[in-house]
């Protein structure tokens, strides 16, 4: 949408075809808990989320946070910065910046054919589509954009189903997986079954190296949110290495293990593990359940060894949340595939936006923030490949 809106300011006839019923159903999703367009942040340090993905970040440099707060101003929907430097309108929903932005839309004059899924290309080169009753029809046009998604959260359209054709076109694309995802666990049935839906609040989990802080949420398979999505792609890659990694919750990153250790020290007589734990450390019965589960429900009673264990309570993660409870994809249309104009270098004419591309970056308002800028760069892209033609003939 974001590329059809540059593409109509530039003066064209735009067409958006949407396989759903309507379009923008994924923004929508995205805002149900509050629409994180983007992240305020010295720009150099908000790069550095997008790895080794430099035309990406030449997007998002070109199409910069500040450049997308002014887009959302311009619908009506002026945006705060959070507490924790995440950027969200001011009604902290998707819907009415949604409705302002279909109502421009219309007035560019872009049109929108929905129950259009499109099928690959003609032999005319053509994108084919085949519509609600099941007829296929053929859309020539002078360049087009695509931006299908991944393939998280399917039922708001992005499935990934144009994986195969493009391949069938000698286009390389890596596998699709899943990015800020779960992780997968094999608890016990009694963990299992009491605590699912139970948050772990002000933990610190540590991955390959990496620590996160935050609240994460105990799952019927694992654990997801808050601190698990920030290290779900190094720990999915491990997983796919060797077959398992561990992972380690600090229940207690406030204080340090001998503070944790002098605290446990007094312990009365006959108190229970369960008793001793929340009145020397106010451990919630989440976490002892934590503690008991790592340990095969024999946690050491040494206050020093306890208190070890509370600062890295070991966990096996044996797989990740599937790509369809995932928020985000990775993999995709391999990078070396585009030029710096985001246009197919096999398919001239044809340019790729968004989670189609092999990149992936956390949760925090910087997929929504790339996937803006590559839209807008995409577009700029076929404006600047038409040019170039007028310019020649």
Known sequence: MIAAETLATAGWAVTVYEHMPSVGRKLLL??????????HEPLATLLQH???????????????????????????????????????????????????????????????????????WADTGACRFAQADGTVVDRAADATVFALGGASWPRVGSDGGWVQPFREAGVVVHDLRPANCGVHIAWSTTFRDRFPGTPLK?????ALGTTVRGDAVVTSTGLESG??????????DEVARHGACTIAVDLQPDLTEAAISQRLSHRRPKESLTTWLRRTLALPTVAEGL?????????????????????????????????????SSAGGIALAEIDERFMLRRLPGTF??????DWEAPTGGYLLQATFATGVAAAQGAIALQRGAAAGK
Do not use: C, Q
């Not at 002000?202 to 540590?206: E, F, G, H, K, S």
């Not at 601190?227 to 999915?236: I, L």
């Open 50 to 120: 997008y790895g080794d993905a430099a035309v990406v970040r030449d997007a998002v440099v070109a199409f910069d946070p500040a450049a997308l707060r002014a887009w959302a101003d311009g619908l009506g929907e002026s945006t705060f910065v959070g507490s924790s430097g995440r950027v969200f309108p001011h009604s902290m929903r998707a819907t009415p910046l949604l409705r302002a932005w279909l109502a421009r839309l219309a007035g560019l004059g872009v049109r929108i054919e929905v129950r259009h899924r499109w099928l690959g």
């Open 352 to 357: 790729v936006a968004g989670e189609m591309l």
């Open 291 to 327: 503690v008991r589960e790592a340990t095969g429900n024999r946690p050491p009673i040494a206050p020093a060894a306890l208190a070890h264990l509370l600062k890295a309570v070991p966990l096996t993660v044996h797989a990740v949340a599937p790509i369809d409870r995932a928020i």
């Open 227 to 236: 601190p698990v999505y920030p290290v779900s792609a190094a720990v999915r």
């Open 202 to 206: 002000n933990i610190a989990l540590t």
């Open 30 to 39: 995205a805002g149900r808990s509050g629409l994180n367009l983007t992240h």
